[in-house]
């Protein structure tokens, strides 16, 4: 041995246990910073992902400048793509083959740099007269790559143009049967009268630049208006470079989530290392004893902490990257077309750093206050075997209300006020975190909203709104293998009734039975038996400007007589628009029937099965018929679907973690303060001690570190836990800060539940060693 250094692999061999709870510890808190960062980096990454295939890549736009500040602004260094993008209004009325169509114009560059749609068939135009069409159109007009259409507009001439290919259509232009094309910025404007499209400057910006800096220099030095400059609000936010109020809000919310993440790493690796140091202090002694230094006794005890570092923070990172791998698997499994472009093996550079300066930093952090108290321990305290004495106790341990074994834990819990503050500061920021994150998972149900049940992937409705689709359309549909489910409705708008002397209006809804039993979710008051089983029962939908309850009785005005039902129902919500001063009512269809004399549909929702293809698809739509609106919604369902199992996954997921932490935080902390004591455990069964009392002490003791713990964590947690909720949710949706019972009922259930199992394995350790192994427990 060549310095007093190389007694490090020595210790750790004579001390395997301490030394490995230790490394548990450590693993825990890098694990722990890790998978959250890891997380919520890779969160981000998904949904500025999303708002790219959502919103386009691009930042800022610029309307109404001239060619010479277009160019101005492209040659900013800060610029990376730009270019003019522009497009025709929602009343334009172009038509090809009598169908409205919708057009941009854009240049090649700047649509695969800005633009997330791609082309599925053919090339790019390169020609004024060349085109490119949304690939609804192929099926819905009868085009193919190669043939001339002619775009018509009634004050315009019209243009030939040459079909070069097809691009993806977004889910917008499905949901509303049009189609869209796509030209060249020169064609674009040589086609479409200036006066008929707006035209837009679009810049996309280097994500290393000030944005929201670089955009107000640029509104200011060509003296724009806040309506000439336009930004994409949505990525701005997921990449923190967005001015708006409201983001800048969550910032601040996820800056407080991350000192509180590593505010906990810090605490449990700082009882842990306090724990260890302060058990062999008779060794530090007998250091002493051979000629150390205060000094070097202090860079023995980090040096240790670093030798520990050296395989468990390898060992927390790279549990947390499996974490951050798994959920980006999950996300591609569930939604492979929405993450596709998710790296399945990513790395988060942000968890590794935090998750490395975590676990070194406060290692040494942490490691001060013991090194500094097993310097002071003087050579003479450990060659008579004291250095691992108590003090002496002030007070006796309070017999008055429990046994003396369970006094004698709540006793050791409070024997060492740095201790007990560790631990329960330990114990409290799980509590704490739970809490903060749990907001974030409110905050996802208000921001995102998954699908529905009545949801439907297609939806075949009349051109004209009227009741004119055949009712044994949906027969037909039904029979069809690959429709998991079709069900029709019936609309009567702006119907005029009478109730209590005073006259409103209604939109008269139907409902078959899936529908009926899908409400049954929001029915606030009511039978909906009386709706399906009378003929002259209906529902009303909640609306706080109607006075309207069950049991009312309402008299229709349908053209043919007044005919009046009773109301069996109130509806918290429906799935339909509501409409100012027009009331929504919703009844079966044998009743609609009756009281109107239709028997045709307004509209049929169809669910597909799994198996269902895009040939499908066109079969059910000749099946329809030309003359009807066919509404494809099955790619804005799989967009909502990927954008909620996005958040979902990572919200649950940090929760989870979380949880986990705190049980293996819980049993790591109860056994190492179990082994801190070994020596009095030992001594108090030498005299007569049975081993259910002192299972009873280590309980005790470990119940009020929980107890303690989870009265703190409740005391710090639910200020911030309003703090969060009224910044993430109530100052956007209004939401009023309620008592979080579910979430505080789970953590403190698992926090206590923990404490008390923790107790089995050290309780067992003790009864399996004898007498005089316990007293001479390292």
């Known amino acids: 041995m060549k310095s007093y250094l190389d007694l490090i692999p020595i210790s750790a061999k004579a001390h395997k246990m301490q030394n490995r709870m230790t490394r548990i510890c450590i693993v825990l808190a890098v694990f722990l910073v890790t998978a959250i960062f890891g997380m919520a980096d890779m969160e981000m990454r998904s949904q500025e992902l999303r708002a790219i295939k959502g919103y386009g890549n691009w930042h800022a736009a610029f309307t109404g400048i001239d060619e010479q500040a277009a160019a101005m602004i492209a040659a900013r260094p800060e610029a990376k793509v730009s270019g003019w993008y522009g497009y025709l209004g929602e009343e334009s009325d172009y038509t090809v083959l009598g169908k409205s169509v919708g057009a941009a114009g854009v240049d090649k560059n700047v649509f695969e740099a800005i633009f997330p749609t791609k082309l599925t068939e053919g090339v790019y135009p390169a020609k004024k007269n060349e085109v490119v069409l949304t690939e609804n159109a192929k099926n819905g007009l009868g085009i193919n790559v190669g043939d001339t259409i002619t775009l018509e507009h009634l004050g315009s001439e019209p243009v030939r143009l040459f079909v070069v290919g097809f691009a993806e259509a977004t889910s917008k232009l499905l949901k509303q049967d049009t189609y869209a094309l796509l030209l060249t910025t020169e064609g674009f404007h040589s086609a479409i009268p200036q006066e008929l499209y707006t035209g837009q400057f679009m810049v996309q910006l280097s994500k290393y630049c000030n944005m929201q800096k670089v955009i107000a220099d640029i509104t200011q030095q060509y003296r724009l208006t806040d309506k000439q400059v336009s930004q ?13 109020s409201y983001m800048l809000a969550l910032y601040g919310t996820a800056a407080v989530l991350f ?74 499994f569930l939604s492979p077309g929405y993450f596709a472009e998710m790296p399945s093996f990513g790395i988060s550079w942000i968890g590794l750093l935090s998750g490395i300066a975590v676990g070194i930093f406060t290692v040494l952090l942490a490691a001060r206050s013991p090194a500094k108290k097993a310097a002071r321990v003087s050579p003479l305290t450990a060659a008579s075997g004291n250095a691992n004495s108590l003090q002496s106790p002030r007070t006796a341990a309070n017999t008055a209300i429990f046994k003396v074994d369970v006094s004698l834990g709540i006793h050791h819990a409070k024997a060492s006020k740095k201790n007990f503050l560790l631990m329960v500061g330990s114990f409290a920021l799980s509590i704490v975190l739970f809490l903060c994150f749990s907001t974030a998972v409110d905050f ?33 549909l039904q029979d069809n293998p690959k429709v998991k489910r079709a069900y029709g409705r019936m609309f009567a708008y702006d119907v005029p009734v009478k109730t209590a002397g005073q006259e409103r209006m209604i939109n008269l809804i139907s409902y078959e039975e899936h529908q009926v039993s899908w409400a049954s979710e929001s029915l606030l008051e009511g039978s909906l038996e009386d709706v399906m089983q009378k003929d002259d029962r209906v529902l009303i939908v909640y609306d706080p400007e109607s006075t309207l309850h069950a049991g009312d009785t309402l008299a229709l005005d349908l053209g043919n007589g007044q005919k009046e039902v009773a109301v069996a129902g109130l509806l918290s919500s429906s799935p339909f628009d509501r409409v100012k001063g027009v009331e929504t009512v919703i009844c079966s269809e044998t009743t609609f029937r009756q009281l109107t004399g239709e028997t045709g549909y307004t509209i049929i929702d169809i669910q597909l099965s799994n198996q269902a293809t895009d040939d499908d698809v066109s079969a059910i739509r000749s099946l329809a018929g030309p003359h009807i609106q066919f509404s494809d919604q099955r790619a804005g369902n799989h967009e909502a679907r990927g954008a909620f199992y996005s958040m979902a996954l990572f919200m649950y997921g940090f929760l989870v973690i979380i949880a986990l932490i705190t049980i293996f935080n819980i049993v790591n902390s109860v056994s190492m303060s179990v082994s801190a004591r070994i020596k009095q455990y030992g001594a108090m069964r030498a005299i007569g001690m049975s081993d259910r009392q002192l299972l009873k002490m280590v309980a005790a003791e470990a119940v009020t570190y929980s107890a303690a713990g989870s009265a703190a964590g409740c005391i710090l947690g639910l200020p911030l836990h309003k703090f969060l909720f009224e910044e993430m949710i109530t100052a956007h949706w209004g939401d009023l800060w309620q008592l979080p019972l579910g979430a505080l009922g789970v953590i403190v259930a698992i926090v206590m539940i923990t404490s008390i199992f923790a107790v089995s394995g050290p309780a067992r350790r003790i009864h399996n060693m004898s007498i005089v192994d316990t007293i001479n427990a390292q």
């Open 444 to 476: 996802m149900h208000h921001a995102l909203k998954p699908l529905r049940p009545w949801t439907p992937d297609l939806s075949i409705i009349s051109a004209d709104n009227t009741l004119s689709i055949d009712s044994r359309l949906v027969e037909a």
């Open 259 to 332: 000192v509180v993440v590593l505010l906990a790493g810090i605490l449990m690796i700082a009882s842990s290392l306090n724990s260890n140091v302060m058990q062999r202090t008779e060794f530090f002694g007998m250091m002493r004893c051979l000629g150390s230094t205060k000094k070097q006794i202090m860079r023995f005890v980090r040096l240790e902490g670093l030798q520990w570092c050296k395989t468990a923070i390898p060992l927390g990172l790279g549990m947390g990257m499996v974490i951050v791998w798994v959920l980006c698997a999950l996300l591609k």
């Open 232 to 244: 994409n609000a949505v990525l701005l936010g997921m990449i923190g470079q967005s001015g708006d």
